[in-house]
């Protein structure tokens, strides 16, 4: 019912923002910080919230800028699409791609071969560079490794039905990978059109043979009117996931994320964690936006249609002053391969809610049929006697 967004003069992919002149000499961040003490690399510390080296436990705090606290800044989505970006906004990271579920993900120069952490796939990493929007918000992790793990398996323990191999497995399992996953967020002013009408409930009173006597019933009628208004409505931060390494129904049901505490984009947060690259594109992903702003814009125009029933003919949206962000938020991920399958859980690394493949157990299912008909046996037994 709503109009398709304005086509922008020349659709272009994200990766595709900003001209690469030499790309050989691009530089690549490894988000990689040396402790000042001993050497070693720091990783962020979620319970903390500083840099903590894991080998002589030195801590460094994160500088904050004068920005820290306000406002992330929005970029301009016509501006992207045209390739008309500043340089400072775009980067260029070293990337490997799985095989098997096609997940981008950083890696630094000193891996040179991992499993995928999206599907336990052995990945040789190369020495791609992928040139991109750089993320404008992170989201840093809240809670640590351990007790992403100890949410998995108490959601695990939960599961009736699952193998209790598969939740051994997990629980003395190998640790689980951080990853920042992608997301757009959109920002965006709208205002719609509409034609409609709106329906005014009411009774007759009619007369109906009932076991041959006549009987009276209340019969609901409608009454329509044609109708037709503007609404608007501004939309902050439309979330849309950027990612196509997991399935959508997991990192949806990981949802609501606390967006106020975003922090402006440091590497120092990725410290340790692995960031994923985004694969879908900004305009693919304000389609997806648009989608979820029609359905808001319904719900608005059947609410200032008012009466009992509503009908929507026919509503035009016009949009304007369209913004974006490119943020990374925090996801614990475990892949498991067991028995042949592979299992795959994810935790939201700031709530701590818990998604993934739910497993069964052929014998417990079989067993708890077995009882089940026994139980019904008995009670057929005992009721006939």
């Given at each position: ?94 990337v490997s791609k799985c095989p098997n579920c096609a997940a981008e993900v950083e890696f630094d120069p000193s891996n040179h071969a991992r499993e995928c952490p999206f599907c336990a796939t052995p990945v040789v990493t190369d020495t791609g ?62 205002r719609s059109a509409y034609r409609g009408e709106r329906g005014t409930v009411y009774y007759v009173t009619e007369t109906v043979m009932i076991d041959g006597k006549p009987t009276a019933r209340q019969v609901a009628k409608v009454r329509w ?150 139980l019904v046996g008995v009670a057929v037994y005992v009721g006939n006697q």
């Amino acid at each position: 019912m709503s109009s398709p967004p304005p086509p922008p003069t020349a659709p272009r992919t994200a990766s595709e923002s900003a001209p690469v002149t030499d790309r050989a000499r691009a530089p690549s961040e490894t988000h990689r910080f040396p402790c000042e003490q001993c050497g070693a690399d720091y990783r962020f510390d979620p319970q903390s919230g500083t840099l903590c080296c894991s080998h002589c436990g030195h801590e460094e705090k994160i500088a904050a800028g004068p920005w820290r606290g306000g406002a992330l800044r929005e970029m301009d989505f016509l501006a992207a699409l045209d390739r008309q970006l500043p340089e400072a906004d775009m980067e260029t990271t070293r990337v490997s791609k799985c095989p098997n579920c096609a997940a981008e993900v950083e890696f630094d120069p000193s891996n040179h071969a991992r499993e995928c952490p999206f599907c336990a796939t052995p990945v040789v990493t190369d020495t791609g560079e992928s040139r991109h929007i750089k993320p404008k918000g992170v989201l840093p992790f809240a809670m640590d490794e351990r007790s992403a793990h100890k949410a998995m398996t108490d959601w695990l323990g939960r599961l009736w039905f699952a193998p209790n191999g598969l939740r051994e497995y997990a629980r003395k399992g190998r640790r689980m990978e951080g990853i920042y996953v992608p997301y757009w967020t959109y920002d965006a002013d709208t205002r719609s059109a509409y034609r409609g009408e709106r329906g005014t409930v009411y009774y007759v009173t009619e007369t109906v043979m009932i076991d041959g006597k006549p009987t009276a019933r209340q019969v609901a009628k409608v009454r329509w009117l044609p109708v037709s208004g503007r609404v608007k409505r501004f939309f902050d931060d439309v979330l849309v996931l950027a990612s196509k390494s997991l399935p959508k129904r997991y990192t949806d049901a990981l949802e609501p994320w606390d967006l106020s505490a975003l922090e402006p984009y440091q590497p120092q947060y990725l410290a340790g964690f692995r960031a994923e690259a985004y694969a879908v594109s900004l305009q693919d992903g304000f389609g997806e936006a648009r989608e979820r702003m029609d359905r808001v814009i319904e719900r608005d125009v059947r609410f200032d249609i008012g009466g009992d029933r509503q009908r929507i003919a026919h509503i035009d949206t016009e949009v304007s002053d369209v913004t974006f962000k490119h943020v990374l938020l925090p996801v614990w991920l475990a892949a498991y391969k067991y028995r042949g399958k592979t299992y795959r859980f994810v935790v939201n690394g700031q709530s701590g809610r818990v998604q993934g493949e739910r497993p069964y157990s052929a014998w417990k299912i079989a067993g708890a049929v077995a009882v089940a008909l026994i139980l019904v046996g008995v009670a057929v037994y005992v009721g006939n006697q």
